[in-house]
């Protein structure tokens, strides 16, 4: 299921359910629907970074890549593009993007309205 976060500063934004709910469990919101404020975008941006910068210190797993290259290689297909993982922060720019606008232009961000 894609959220759908909006603001008058920046274009939507779209984000998985399963991925959005890092960065919002992080800034203690609910999933269904919500608002960070104007005043509150100051300190979720600063959360957010944080979370990039710790996401990046930590890189993929040894089991992870294994476990990826093994469903994926099953029958000879030289016709695919290898498997690329997605980062963490490479998912979150886009709504730390939008939160930096609503901080600079002082607008509120909503998903689930």
Not at 32 to 51: P, S
Not at 89 to 98: I, K, N
Request: net charge negative.
């Amino acid at each position: 299921m894609l959220i759908k976060f909006k603001s008058k500063s920046y274009p939507e934004v779209l984000m998985y359910q399963e991925h959005a709910k890092r960065i919002l469990d992080l800034l203690h919101k609910d999933m269904e629907r919500g608002v960070i404020t104007a005043e509150e975008a100051t300190r979720a941006v600063a959360l957010l970074e944080g979370e990039i910068e710790e996401s990046r210190k930590h890189q993929v797993s040894e089991q992870v890549e294994r476990d990826v290259h093994a469903h994926h290689g099953e029958t000879e297909d030289n016709e695919h593009e290898p498997i690329e993982v997605v980062s963490f922060s490479t998912r979150a720019y886009p709504l730390l993007e939008m939160l930096r606008a609503a901080r600079d232009n002082r607008t509120d961000v909503l998903w689930g309205v």
